[in-house]
């Protein structure tokens, strides 16, 4: 969303994926290898893999309990691509049931809640049977079901018991989940030996060996000093090791002997080691046991949400079990903050504790009266985190992927309520016959008239910003006539993203996101004024997100994909003094930042350490695992594919682009007009069967001549001056490969290549693979002769040199008189192209994975299949509905607390977490850092305000500006700057200082900058660099100069 991002996606004519999307068949077997949907699911694969995803196809699962925290466990695990969910409700929908079911409408009331929400879940995947059963939940109808895994939410004690140790019994997988008001509780039994697959989800480790000791207790080090990130008892195994070839293909477990090194035990019945390999981790299963619920009610094992609140599970589990018996008791929860009913709810407590073999040492009554107070209150963010973090739990249940939760979990955001925390009274949480009935009963009314008000930005309209508007619409935000939430995104719904961006269908691809995320939200909630922009937030639109818009501004909430939109975001926000919540997922990661002024450090604050990038010699000569050769591969595509379009296009139509190309420094020029001259002459093709011999052409270049010639400098046996083998340690030795159209991979290659490079001169292509193979028989390639005197570079400096050493100005200019005219080209274009990876109709990625193979085939590196390769190559970042529901419900508990204006930084949560393993950990937010000038103390947060208008109208000169300074800070400027422009500094020509001084601010700013103040600027953003009175210099705020 920022105006370095890639250009929005166009909409496609054609419209395959809708009618893939509603002719699917609601009994196609997800369990076959070929029927599952790639172009679905394929975010979620990245993060599963395809055995998790056919586990799941031939799963059933059942929810009883279908209010908001049921329906959002359904949510997430029909998403996900269960074979069938059965779901059961017996009760009748009331108006308070709206305030966290998103799938229920005021239409709905008096209707059965699981055949309502049945419906609607149905619609989320096609895929999925979703069903509904009658009656009650008893050991015979779980026996009968053939379910995989039971869930239960809302249950009885007495319930919980019965079905859990049924299911105990019987090999199903049982969960319990449970909210009460600011409360939550999971309970997790996957049988007596359940088999975990993989712990993590993280990739094998994998490193190059650069030594095998022959001793007893071997050593083996890592090639280039890479760490190799393996622990003690971990299992790896070797390939490609030349000399101690004993330990290719056998599985070793290792003792850890430091971040580069590592023991396999006794080598000295092997052969001695010589050079190469490449070592593995190899994950193993294991096997758990869990214990069944009415034993592990007694003996629980807890894991922690927060080790801030470290004696806290052990506090709710009696709290929880002391709220069952109340409500067997009174046929009721207690009612909102009444004292009779927490006194009554802390003597049953008590008594538990008394009576428990998990007993507490001392009940904190505090912390159950306030239990008690709210346990009636049912809001829409405590069901998105239980439910997605259940939901998780139950696909770990099916697939064995990741490692379950043992095996209870308490979560509570208590910190929500007023950091002053007193007793509501009656009036203030009396239920109205509303659908925020159920949140008022914990936050009070005034708080709810706050949220209906609330003016919010929500940046983004993907995964996580459905989840938002979800949140939003059940929370009220923003769901009044003063109230607002305006959602801007200028992408369009792919097929992919109805795996988890869940308020778009089928019948919505190819669509607006904002729009169609704000209208199914305003289904959800009719009063919620949710407003669609279609704007990329920057520079480029700050005539619209500008100073009035800002500045009406509550909140700013973050759902973005980059990196530099957030960033953007965040000065704005900072600028503004505007709250930012800020989260992001990774898989099974994610993260929540909350951003408050004057309080926290912003985003920009802190940094994550830059991508890794690949040397450029290795991508060109050197390549060693396949994320080379893909890389490789992207770059083969932008410069055959993309470049030369833009080149010619620009050359067409700008008629000094030659001029300013030929200023360019270092080869730039030459590369940029050979390419020029290379389309409209030597490669221009006339027929498709010109673009074949072209692309078999290519194939001779890149997969044999140029690795004929770099075995011609370097043959397999080249030592290097120190007496080492040349092709050693990360340089693999390659081998030539002649094209052969018989052969399916160097097919795939040149059909694609001749496709592609077709389209981008407006050559309808022929598609037809055996059309293509006669064409490309047909072509005779020259022989290969290898030239003396090429220059391969073997080191990123001398890469980098060669890089930015000068054009030949002779050959440049000869290179320039070979390009037609524009004259002579007149009505020609290219059409260059614009790589989509999820689009398996456009042969972009059949090109990328064909030349990425041959260039591994080059290189004896192992191949990716298709699925990796676009996960590499498209830079795909994995995702998964749970972790997204789970970051935006921790997101709107954070909301609350900047409505309701707390203050301290203490309460506040930052967040982050990792279902797979699973983890959880919260932190106050970090402060903001104090610089200090004389005696004054100053943050990120701070600036000087200054007002340039003068009594008289008069606006301030720079003089005025410079004394200004003087005499109310003791400050002396020596630098004043504008956007890039320098206004003043004390080295500049003092004839220009002398003028600039008796000038306005604003003039001084467009002749500095040399452009005019757009027309609705009232405020100029300054820097200043300062001196004190002990002319020592110092760190300062920026200045925000009003001049209108």
Not at 20 to 47: F, I, W
Not at 368 to 391: E, L, N
Not at 597 to 623: A, Q, R, V, W
Not at 685 to 707: D, R
Request: charged residues 25%; proline residues 4%.
């Amino acid at each position: 969303m920022s105006t370095d991002e890639p250009p929005t996606k166009k909409q496609r004519l054609d419209n395959h994926f809708l009618d893939k999307a509603n002719t699917t068949s609601r009994n196609h077997d997800m369990t076959e290898p070929e029927n599952l949907d790639e172009g679905l699911y394929s975010r979620q694969l990245y993060v599963l893999g395809h055995d998790a995803m056919r586990k799941m196809g031939a799963t059933s699962v059942f929810i009883s309990g279908m209010k908001g925290l049921g329906v959002e466990i359904a949510k997430n695990v029909v998403l996900a691509g269960m074979k069938s969910v059965t779901i059961h409700d017996g009760d009748k929908i009331e108006k308070k049931h709206l305030s966290s079911q998103f799938f229920f409408r005021e239409g709905d009331i008096g209707k059965n809640c699981a055949e309502v929400a049945s419906h609607r879940l149905a619609e989320l995947n096609s895929y999925v049977k979703v069903e509904v059963k009658e009656g009650s939940v008893t050991r015979e109808s779980v026996g009968a079901g053939g379910y995989q895994v039971v869930v239960l939410t809302e249950a009885s004690l007495e319930e919980q018991k019965e079905i859990g140790d049924f299911c105990h019994e019987n090999g199903i997988c049982f969960v319990v989940a449970d909210t009460k008001g600011l409360f939550g509780q999971i309970f997790c039994d996957f049988g007596e030996s359940f088999m975990m697959s993989d712990s993590t989800g993280e990739q094998p480790v994998s490193c190059m060996v650069a030594e095998i000791s022959k001793e007893k207790e071997s050593v083996v080090m890592c090639s280039d000093e890479a760490r190799h990130n393996l622990q003690t008892g971990d299992v790896i195994t070797f390939k490609e090791v030349q000399g101690m070839v004993e330990v290719n293909g056998r599985e070793f477990t290792i003792k850890e002997l430091g971040p580069f090194a590592f023991s396999i035990g006794d080598t000295t019945e092997f052969s001695q080691y010589l050079r190469g390999g490449i070592v593995t981790e190899v994950k193993k299963p294991k096997s758990i046991t869990f214990k069944k619920f009415t034993a592990s009610l007694d003996q629980p094992e807890f894991l922690l949400s927060d080790f801030a609140k470290f004696d806290r599970p052990g506090q709710l589990h009696i709290a929880f079990m002391a709220l069952h018996r109340f409500v067997k008791e009174e046929g009721r929860l207690p009612a909102p903050y009444n004292k009779a009913d927490a006194v009554k709810l802390l003597t049953i407590a008590k008594d538990v504790n008394e009576n428990a073999a998990c007993k507490v040492e001392e009940l904190d009554e505090r912390l159950v009266m306030k239990f008690a107070y709210v346990a009636s209150g049912d809001v829409s963010p405590m069901q998105a985190v239980i439910g997605s973090i259940t939901a998780q739990e139950v696909i770990k249940a099916c697939t064995g992927k990741f490692h379950p939760l043992m095996q209870w979990f308490y979560f509570d955001a208590l910190e929500c309520l007023p950091e002053e925390f007193h007793e509501l009274p009656a009036v203030a949480v009396e239920a109205k016959d509303t659908r925020y009935d159920c949140q008022a009963a914990i936050f009070g009314w005034d708080l709810q008239k706050k949220l209906e008000k609330f003016k919010v930005f929500l940046v983004g309209a993907g995964a996580i910003g459905c989840e938002l508007l979800k949140n939003f619409a059940m929370m009220g935000v923003g769901a009044s006539p003063e109230g607002s939430v305006y959602v801007t995104d200028m992408d369009i719904i792919e097929k992919s993203n109805l795996n988890r961006q869940f308020l778009f269908r089928p019948w919505h691809i190819q669509k607006a996101k904002s729009t169609t995320a704000c209208d199914s939200a305003k289904d959800m909630n009719p009063s919620f004024n949710a407003i669609a922009h279609l704007n990329r937030v920057g520079p480029d639109t700050e005539d619209v997100y500008d100073d009035a818009f800002f500045e009406s501004l509550d909140c700013v909430t973050n759902a973005l994909d980059n990196v530099d939109a957030r960033l953007y975001m965040d000065r704005r926000c900072v600028y503004y003094r505007k709250p930012l919540l800020e989260s992001g997922t990774l898989g099974t990661k994610g993260n929540v930042q909350v951003i408050i002024p004057h309080l926290t450090e912003s985003y920009g604050s802190s940094h994550d350490p830059p991508e890794k990038s690949i040397p450029m010699c290795t991508l060109k000569n050197f390549p060693n695992v396949i994320e080379h050769t893909l890389q490789w591969a992207r770059n083969a595509f932008a410069e055959h594919f993309v470049q030369p379009g833009d080149n010619v296009n620009q050359y067409l139509s700008d008629p000094k682009f030659i001029q300013r190309t030929l200023k360019i420094q270092g080869m730039q020029p030459m590369e940029t007009l050979s390419q020029v001259k290379k389309s409209l002459v030597t490669s221009r093709p006339s027929s498709f069967a010109a673009c074949v011999s072209w692309a078999k052409h290519l194939f001779h270049e890149s997969f044999h001549n140029t690795i004929a010639q770099l075995l011609f400098n370097f043959p397999s046996d080249h030592l290097t001056t120190s007496g080492q083998l040349f092709w050693s340690g990360p340089k693999r030795c390659p081998k030539a490969i002649m094209c052969d159209v018989n052969d399916q991979l160097h097919l795939d290659f040149v059909a694609a290549a001749a496709i592609l490079f077709a389209e981008t001169y407006g050559i309808t292509p022929v598609k037809d693979r055996d059309v293509i193979k006669a064409e490309a028989e047909k072509v005779k390639l020259p022989a290969f002769v290898p030239q003396s005197g090429v220059v391969i570079h073997t080191t990123e400096s001398e890469a980098q040199a060669s890089a930015s050493a000068s054009s030949d100005q002779d050959e440049l200019q000869t290179v320039v008189s070979l390009i037609p005219s524009v004259e002579s080209l007149k009505g020609f274009k290219m059409f260059p192209l614009e790589f989509e990876k999820d689009d398996d109709s456009n042969y972009h990625m059949d090109f990328i994975v064909a030349a990425s193979n041959l260039r591994a085939s080059n290189y004896s590196i192992e191949h990716a299949d298709r699925h990796k390769s676009k996960f590499i190559a498209g830079k795909i970042i994995p995702a998964i509905a749970t972790t997204t529901s789970l970051v935006v419900g921790l997101v709107c508990l954070e909301l609350y607390k900047i409505c309701s204006g707390h203050k301290k930084i203490e309460s506040f949560k930052n967040g982050f977490m990792n279902l797979a393993l699973p983890f959880f950990g919260f932190s106050e937010p970090i402060p903001a850092p104090k610089n200090k000038y004389y005696d004054t103390e100053w943050t990120l947060w701070d600036r000087f305000d200054i007002n340039g208008v003068n009594p008289d109208g008069s606006e301030m000169t720079l003089k005025e500006f410079m004394d200004y300074f003087k005499n109310n800070y003791k400050l002396e400027i020596s630098m004043l700057s504008y956007d890039v422009s320098i206004l003043y500094s004390f080295f500049m020509n003092k004839a220009k200082v002398e003028d600039r001084m008796k000038m306005a601010m604003s003039e001084v700013a467009q002749v500095a900058s040399k452009k005019k103040v757009p027309p609705g600027v009232k405020n100029l953003v300054l820097d200043i660099c300062c001196s004190d009175d002990k002319d020592e210099d110092v760190d300062v705020p920026y200045v925000k100069y009003s001049f209108k």
